[in-house]
């Protein structure tokens, strides 16, 4: 079973210019999560998607963007690049939320690497 | 806002030594993952405990979820260059749609 995939690997952008980034997610999931790891910190919660709708929102400012189409894969949006949204992008799928509990596991991709210079 | 505390945050041992790391936090969860991600990559599934008290063992890995599902930890036994990365742990709560709240991360570095 093919695990989630992102693209591109890299993305080296430069400041004021719109990243696109993209996100497939494990075969039968529907959730999809976008998080921000920017260098020394944590796992920042950005997005998330289910069944083609934005569910809940990190603390994150409005160029910040995506959607979920309807085959379940994704796609980030960041617009207005600034030189602080350098960061690994990671994309993570689950299970409907209406599994078993135990199954509600995310399962992340390799990341993209966003560099805005 | 939940929040889950890892301790310690950075953890440099030699080769063959063990280690505890912990997730603490005040809020219940109804599961809690680990993860380990390695630099550059994505993080990677270790284990999902479900019931409070439950130990699940990984190989040289034991992974406990306390009795009232508010904390975890993962000790490791013997520890192996190989195991050198980021751990983290998510705790997941039910209740219309699932929150899945990310610990602040233990970076272990283990010296061969």
């Known amino acids: 079973e093919a695990g989630v995939t992102q693209s591109p690997t890299h993305l080296i952008k430069t400041r004021g210019q719109q990243a696109t980034l993209r996100c497939s997610p494990i075969s039968g999931h529907t959730s999809v999560y976008w998080y921000q790891q920017a260098l020394g910190l944590g796992l920042q919660f950005l997005l998330w998607y289910d069944e083609g709708e934005e569910r809940n929102r990190g603390n994150f400012p409005p160029r910040f963007s995506g959607r979920q189409f309807p085959n379940y894969s994704s796609e980030l949006n960041v617009n207005a690049l600034e030189l602080e949204d350098s960061a690994l992008y990671l994309c993570?799928?689950?299970?409907?939320?209406?599994?078993?509990?135990?199954?509600?596991?995310?399962?992340f991709g390799p990341g993209t690497r966003l560099t805005v210079t | 806002t939940q929040l889950l505390e890892q301790s310690p945050q950075f953890l440099s041992i030699q080769e063959g030594e063990n280690l505890t790391v912990y997730c603490n936090s005040s809020?219940?969860?109804?599961?809690l993952q680990w993860y380990r991600q390695e630099p550059g990559e994505g993080p990677v599934l270790l284990v999902t405990?479900?019931?409070?008290?439950e130990v699940k063992k990984l190989k040289r890995l034991t992974f406990q979820f306390g009795d009232a599902r508010k904390d975890s930890s993962l000790h490791i036994t013997a520890a192996q260059p190989g195991d050198t990365g980021l751990y983290l742990c998510a705790g997941a709560q039910t209740g219309g749609y699932q929150k899945v709240t990310f610990g602040t991360g233990t970076k272990l570095q283990v010296i061969p």
């Open positions: 809020s219940v969860f109804s599961s």
């Open positions: 993570a799928s689950k299970v409907p939320w209406a599994a078993a509990s135990g199954r509600k596991v995310q399962y």
């Open positions: 405990v479900v019931t409070g008290g």
